[in-house]
């Protein structure tokens, strides 16, 4: 059980949780008002909907052996993008208005996935420059877009994808749910996911296998930056306006925190979905604790900055030795005798 | 005859020399060693931090910790100035700071081999929290020694003047070509990045290279930190916000390759200054917004990887 990729991420956000349940117990409280659930658990769910959206995208970048480090931007410039659109037409509460700005603002972060994706796989660049330059110069598109400002929106509709619920639960759930079953489907039950996972072993090798090694690398920038710009969508219209300067800020590096507390690797080759929807949500449910508990909110980045230490070196297989070694203080000769013939 | 590898860090020289002459027959007043000179003011801090960024990248890591070490730095003095220490006993004493942080990242980075990415992110994450564990607000420093230093012109002939942080900002850089190409430290370095497998196998000190990296970066953070001190005369927890990727952009734009390995202090300080020509044409220009600072920043970095691929002979496709 050890063994298992899903036990360390489980057991750190089982002990988040029971933390939780030990210090306050009302955090499980989940009540109906005006058919809608509220709770901390929901709000973890809603607020987390984006990181985990995004961390989708890069899990799939990560296992091809690359890294995004441009989403942060992708979701502002979707985000500007949608709501200059919105707050430019006429007719404020038409559907057809909000479609029209979904389509463009996921049409253009495809296109800067397509961007990332040729300069890592068309021009052969190392991904993680190939990233730095989009999200060097993505915050200032943003800004662009936006002329600087913050562009404010009062659409319903728009409103409806971030804030909005359906079934009672937050809209946003069950975007994420979508996303996740249909990313967990195509790389499981297709061969899409062993394609992943063997360019991100060794592109040269799985090309001579017959893998277009490039074309797959290709769709798995498209497809994050696909992502990043749903989240961009979801943020933005959780607050009804667009910061060029704020949106999406540090959000690469909470996906990729993500993805590395789900157990997948940053040498590529492997991946985990699963495990990458836990490292969010432990991401999210940290943070809540932190604020729940009383934590002024400025000491959280330190609380988070230990966390990541510790569940990084809880997974790195040299500490782990070494804590061994150090309970071990007894020495059998002939035990490490055994092990080097057997 | 022209080494092949130089020929990275001769067309950095060359893009300065052009933005600054086209810069030069554009606007009225911009041709003059004052401009250069303040290129250096007030860029003094991001040159300190480029030159510990540089040590890292060759080595085949990465510091993403520099711009909150900046920020921590200038948050620390400022709260003890203001306590009543003396700045004698507070600058050595964030530079400790500083150069322990760094070590101890490298420390885990080597004992513990968890990519440098993560670790420093994770240092970045603690030395911005600790900023606001100290205060959420900006502290100003009124203290004598400081607003001396900020307001000393050390003059040049001609009329021109220099900064004291100038001057710290090129020992900084001198130290680091003596360090980088005169010194055991510096060749173990760039072995270290060529190929970490070789430099064990050759019997290099691996860890305490790769820990010593880490502790000049944090240093240099911490000294860039005292130099925007000295610049901004205040301590805030969002101060240097993104510094590490515009020193990052400055060591690429200097022809550092990102795999380790290649690399030179002199592109890093040219980095640096065709940084600060874009954003001296930028407001020379005065109706382009600071924005496309960013925009032609990304551009930049872009023409500057592709000359790369064309002038490098090794294939670093996947190389991390």
Known sequence: ?342 | MLKRQYIPILVTIGLFALMFTIGSFRYTGFFSLQVILNLLIDNAFLLIAAVGMTFVIVSGGIDLSVGSMIALTTMVSASLVQAGWPPQLVIPLVLTIGSLFGWGMGAVIHYFKIQPFIVTLAGMFLARGLCYVISINTITIDNAFYTSVAQTKVNLPGQNFISISVIIAMLVVFLGIYMAHYTRFGRNTYALGGSEQSSLLMGLPVGRTKMTVYMFSGFCSALAGVVFTFYMLSGYGLHAMGMELDAIAAVVIGGTLLTGGVGYIVGTFFGVLIQGVIQTIISFEGTLSSWWTKIVIGILLFMFILLQRLFSGRSWVHRR
């Open chain 1, 1 to 342: 059980m050890l063994k298992h990729h899903l036990f360390w991420p489980l057991s750190v956000l089982g002990a988040l949780l029971l933390f939780n349940l030990l210090y306050a117990p009302e955090f499980f409280s989940i009540i109906m008002r005006d058919g809608h659930l509220y709770g901390s658990l929901i709000d973890i769910l809603n607020f987390g909907s984006p990181l985990i959206i995004v961390a989708i995208g890069m899990t799939l970048v990560i296992a091809t052996k690359g890294i995004d480090l441009s989403v942060g931007s992708v979701v502002a410039i979707a985000g500007a993008i949608a709501c200059l659109t919105i707050s430019q037409g006429d007719g404020q509460n038409a559907i057809s208005l909000v479609l029209i700005a979904i389509g463009i603002a996921l049409v253009l972060s495809i296109i800067l996935g397509v961007w990332n994706g040729f300069l890592v796989a068309g021009i052969g660049m190392q991904p993680i420059i190939a990233t730095l330059i989009l999200m060097v110069a993505g915050r200032g598109v943003a800004q662009l877009i936006t002329d600087g400002q913050i562009i404010t929106v009062s659409n319903e509709p728009y409103k409806y994808i971030g804030s909005g619920s359906l079934a009672t639960l937050p809209f946003s759930i069950f975007i994420v749910a979508a996303l996740f079953l249909v990313a967990s489907i195509l790389t499981r039950k297709t061969s899409l996911g062993l394609f992943i996972e063997s360019v991100g072993c060794k592109p040269e090798a799985s090309r001579l296998a017959g893998i277009r090694s490039k074309t797959v690398m290709f769709a798995v920038y498209m497809f994050c930056g696909l992502c990043a710009g749903i989240a961009g969508l979801i943020l933005s219209s959780n607050v009804s306006s667009a910061d060029g300067n704020n949106a999406g800020l540090w959000y690469e590096l909470d996906a990729i925190l993500a993805v590395v507390i789900g157990g997948t690797s940053l040498n590529g080759g492997r991946f985990y979905l699963m495990g990458t929807l836990i490292g969010a949500l432990i991401i999210q449910t940290l943070t809540t604790t932190i604020y729940m508990i009383g934590v002024p909110p400025e000491i959280t980045l330190v609380v988070k900055a230990i966390v990541v230490l510790i569940v990084c070196l809880v997974q790195s297989e040299s500490f782990r030795k070494t804590l061994i070694s150090r309970w071990k203080t007894r020495h059998y000769p002939a035990e490490s005798e055994v092990k080097q013939h057997a």
